[in-house]
């Protein structure tokens, strides 16, 4: 069966209508990664990059970056944001970013997590980049990967 495609109308894009859905509690958890030299995460561990405590900025900018998702995003509609969460962690070679958004809203949170962490690894990008440059001007080590949605949760009725 195929299935009915929401944004298209007469073959031009709409936002679609969801004044009719239920208010619930709603949830999802988006990750990625930033791939790095071992001294620049390093500097980051230690706080000695010279723009700054990247990962408090990067989280900060991942909040920006939820709130903000209707303005990047043309068919997402502007939902009540009641929560979000920032965490890093380090890996071998690579920080991941997780972002968990939470509303009480008619439609999913997924585009503003996934917006949430391209924001947060694109800040620490821009925050490390004059020391992960090599002397040719490349980034050799520096790639953003794997963003994806690790959970979209939709709760129950509100009243």
Known sequence: MEKKLTHLKDDRAVMVDVSEKEIVDRRAIA?????????????????????????????????????????????????????????????KNSLVANVEVRSLGRTGVEMEALTGVSVALLTVWDMVKSIEKDDTGNYPHTSIRNIRVLEKVKGTKTN
């Open 31 to 91: 990750s990625g990664e930033i791939l790095l030299s071992d001294s620049t995460i390093e500097r980051i561990k230690n706080g000695t990059v010279e723009k700054g405590n990247v990962l408090s900025t990067a989280r900060t900018a991942a909040i920006l970056g939820v709130k903000r998702t209707p303005e990047l995003v043309p068919m997402c509609h502007q939902i009540p944001i009641t929560g979000v969460d920032v965490n890093f962690t380090f890996e």
